[in-house]
């Protein structure tokens, strides 16, 4: 008998920019790398909303989507609180099939474990099935509640097809299969089945798309910086020179919803709107993603042979585009990114500490009210365009990745019960060893007030201390790298300690009080 898995989950927040608005694709990917593995997607409970669940109401229009002969297939339209309702009488129908010992794990994408997938989520954890997953918020609270998660997949910077490659493979390994990732169309066909390319046009789902390749240039940047090295700091102008082609290529994929075609139209608008900086290569690649099925579509009309339809495609949207930025919004965008990173210098030059301090007490309710992935990320972004590393990317490590590690760390070695300490290790593990998943910190800062209050203060305390040494540096990176990818290595390890030693602290005297409180109980 073929293991049994059920795909649980919504259309997500930062999800919903970086392929959660498109459920069937979604979908499909996740069917199509179980079909590779061997693996039967038994049920699928998915809401789809209109809008990013960041934004969204109880009035957002949503669909619920279900698995009917081996497709996803729109079972309820509504508004989303009457999806939710559909949804949670279905999610209790999987619960008793998991009670039933008719599957053996969970696929969970921005799921609902408090409301909507309470049911099924508590019955996965009874059964202690394996759970794979996307989503930061709702992959914590999943972890707390005791499901046995055996991956965990981020959003920045990954696709529909990239998670479900991840979260397929973790199973396969889990339960010794044979597996290979499945690359090529999905089974609903094209990912251009779904929308108007105007309806893509996303800049902060560009921009974090495009994340790796900021990262990519940062690290020549430290290498450029070992003795010997001094070559990489050529390499380095090279990556700068490079990033509006990146993020042009991206903007052109996503926009189109093309894969080869879209990218190369993207390379060549890019190539062409380099001196607009990356955004200038934004603009024209979302001009190239606009174009592309638009001359695809008219030269398929006229009956011209599928390479001469890709070439025209790809060649003239690409030119078009690139030469419209070129000539007119080059200079436009230039004035556009330089006048950011201006500002930015502009606050931190007239008091860096004070600009420290409250950008590192604002950045735990900015990214949890999911303002950090609208807004903070792009700027990052657009100041790590001219020198590699960015104020704002040194208070993201700081006051989010090493704080959160502070948090978990105290919870392993003096946790307020033994549970806890499992829940908190992959956490700090992943925090420190790869620079991301801050979300690990939420299930303690949202059972206990003083983590929390320890939490913002102590991103404030280390943001004082990035302004006060004038650091420059970024996330996303192992701990151990991230100093030497700043400006100013021994500043920002010191930052990072004050930040990881005052949030250990402030959570080690709250889970003292709560044992204490506890024992006197």
């Keep these: 008998m073929p293991k049994r898995i059920a795909l649980i989950g919504s259309s997500g927040g930062n999800l919903y920019n970086l392929g959660g608005k498109d459920p069937v694709n979604l979908i499909d990917e996740i069917l199509k790398q179980a079909d590779a593995a061997g693996v039967e997607v038994a049920s699928v409970l998915f809401i789809g909303a209109k809008a990013s669940m960041d934004q969204a109401g109880p009035d957002t229009p949503a669909a619920l989507y279900v698995l009917e002969d081996g497709q996803p297939k729109v079972s309820f339209n509504g508004t989303l609180s009457q999806v939710n309702e559909k949804a949670r009488e279905l999610d209790a129908e999987i619960a008793r099939s998991i009670e039933s010992g008719q599957i053996d794990g969970l696929f969970l994408v921005s799921s609902d474990p408090d409301g909507v997938n309470k049911e099924s989520i508590r019955a996965a954890a009874r059964r202690k099935l394996v759970v794979v997953g996307t989503g930061g918020t709702s992959m914590a609270k999943a972890q707390s509640l005791g499901l046995t998660v055996i991956s965990v997949s981020g959003t920045t910077g990954t696709t529909n097809r990239t998670r479900a490659i991840a979260g397929m493979s973790a199973m396969a390994k889990h339960w010794g299969l044979k597996y290979r990732p499945a690359i090529g169309k999905t089974q609903a066909g094209s990912p251009t089945s779904q929308g108007s390319p105007w309806q893509r046009v996303n800049f902060r789902g560009i921009m974090m798309a495009s994340l790796p390749g900021f990262i990519a240039m940062a690290l020549t940047l430290a290498i450029g910086k070992i003795p010997g090295l001094k ?16 993020v042009a290529a991206v903007a052109a994929k996503q926009v189109s919803g093309l894969d080869e075609v879209a990218i190369v139209a993207g390379v060549v608008a890019g190539t062409l709107s380099t001196k607009g900086g990356i955004i200038g290569g934004i603009i024209g ?73 409250v950008a590192g007490f604002l950045i735990w309710p900015a990214i949890i009210g999911g303002v950090y992935h609208a807004a903070i990320l792009p700027i990052v ?115 990072m300690a004050v930040a990881m030693g005052a949030a250990f602290f402030f959570t080690l005297i709250a889970n003292k009080r709560a044992r204490s409180r506890s024992n006197q109980s």
């Design 231 to 246: 070559i990489f700091g050529t390499i380095f102008d090279t990556m700068i020179a490079a990033l509006p082609v990146i």
């Design 285 to 357: 690649g979302v001009l190239a993603g606009l174009l592309v099925p638009y001359l695809l579509s008219l030269c398929f009309n006229w009956r011209f042979p599928a390479t001469t339809a890709n070439i025209v495609a790809g060649g003239l949207s690409g030119l078009g585009s690139g030469l419209l930025v070129y000539f007119l919004i080059a200079p436009v965008a230039l004035w556009a990114g330089n006048g950011i990173r201006t500002l930015i210098s502009t606050l931190v030059g007239i008091n860096a500490i004070a600009a420290g301090a």
């Design 381 to 495: 972004l657009l100041e790590m365009e001219k020198t590699g590393n960015s104020f704002l990317g040194a208070i993201d490590m700081t006051g989010l990745v090493m704080v959160s590690a502070g948090i978990t760390l105290a919870n392993i070695i003096y946790p307020r019960t033994r549970d806890e300490a499992t829940v908190a290790a992959p956490g700090f593990m992943v925090n420190v060893g790869f620079g991301t998943f801050v979300e690990a910190a939420y299930p303690f800062m949202f059972s206990d007030r003083l983590v929390f209050g320890g939490a913002l203060l102590s991103a404030a305390l280390a943001g004082a201390f990035v302004g006060a040494f004038n650091v420059r540096g970024t996330a996303y990176v192992p701990s151990v790298v991230a100093p030497a990818m700043s400006n100013n290595p021994l500043g920002f390890l010191v930052s």
